[in-house]
């Protein structure tokens, strides 16, 4: 692949996409991002771009369909495996970029693509970060998700979507809170895909994670095949790259050096 710089919208499967692209490494990995089920390009802030002059490695982000800059949803109803077929939407970017030495680096739906993208396209992953991914929907999960609904009803929460999202703001929080709470959705598991993962794993997880436990953790790297390490951060929720950046920094760039 030619060395460039894409920022700009790219049609996926008949879908546009917008994605944001550093390519200035020609023999080194791609890290791409994968953004959780609020997020966008803008969210990640200067985060993927430190990481990828840290390390010296080529860098993407994109907006999933109906997110930030891309093409709005046609529907807010998702099937219970959309985030394989997310999974395939990735595969298809990449192939069109011409990217096939890779780093995925997933928040919490896009850590749970991630694994999927890591099982399914095995020879185009070199490595995987996955922060708050989930494999199974826990308790945990659904009361995080009802508490943010409430705050969807009393407080700012669409008008600071709204700021990265536009229009696209009822949209997207639908598709996300009532596919988690569907009745259909509860038995969603993808623990099945996990021993395909034969790239390094690096599972990082706040200790007070509100969407998840720390058994989504252990049971992922208990059932992959390649080599998986933990960073877990005390103190923390969520979403570790915010919250606690220097130490998520420092953690996911010594692994990329070692792999």
């Not at 430190?50 to 010296?56: G, I, P, R």
């Not at 988690?180 to 790239?199: A, G, H, K, V």
């Not at 252990?218 to 969520?238: C, F």
Request: glycine share 6%; net charge negative.
């Amino acid at each position: 692949m030619q060395q460039k710089n894409i920022h700009s919208l790219i049609d996926v499967n008949g879908k546009q996409l917008y994605v944001e692209l550093q390519y200035n490494y020609p023999n080194k990995p791609t890290i791409v991002f994968l953004h959780d089920s609020l997020g966008c390009v803008q969210l990640w802030r200067d985060f993927p771009q430190k990481l990828a002059e840290a390390t010296q490695n080529n860098v993407l982000v994109y907006d999933r369909l109906g997110y930030g800059k891309s093409e709005p949803m046609l529907t807010h109803e998702r099937p219970v495996d959309y985030l394989e077929l997310e999974a395939d939407v990735l595969n298809e970017l990449l192939t069109i970029l011409e990217i096939n030495n890779v780093i995925l680096f997933g928040h919490s739906d896009g850590g749970s693509i991630a694994l999927i993208s890591a099982s399914k396209y095995p020879e185009k992953m070199k490595a995987l970060i996955c922060e708050a991914g989930h494999i199974f929907v826990e308790d945990v999960t659904l009361k995080g998700i009802y508490k943010a609904m409430e705050a969807y009803k009393t407080s700012n929460l669409p008008e600071r979507l709204a700021k990265y999202h536009n229009d696209k703001v009822e949209a997207i929080f639908r598709s996300w809170t009532e596919t988690w709470t569907r009745s259909d959705y509860r038995d969603w598991n993808i623990e099945y895909f996990l021993p395909q993962i034969t790239c390094p794993l690096l599972f990082v997880q706040g200790e007070l994670d509100e969407y998840g436990t720390l058994e989504q953790v252990e049971k992922t790297i208990s059932q992959i095949n390649g080599k998986a390490e933990k960073y877990i951060i005390k103190n923390v929720g969520h979403t570790p790259h915010k919250e606690a950046p220097e130490l998520t920094f420092n953690a996911v760039k010594e692994f990329i050096k070692n792999i």
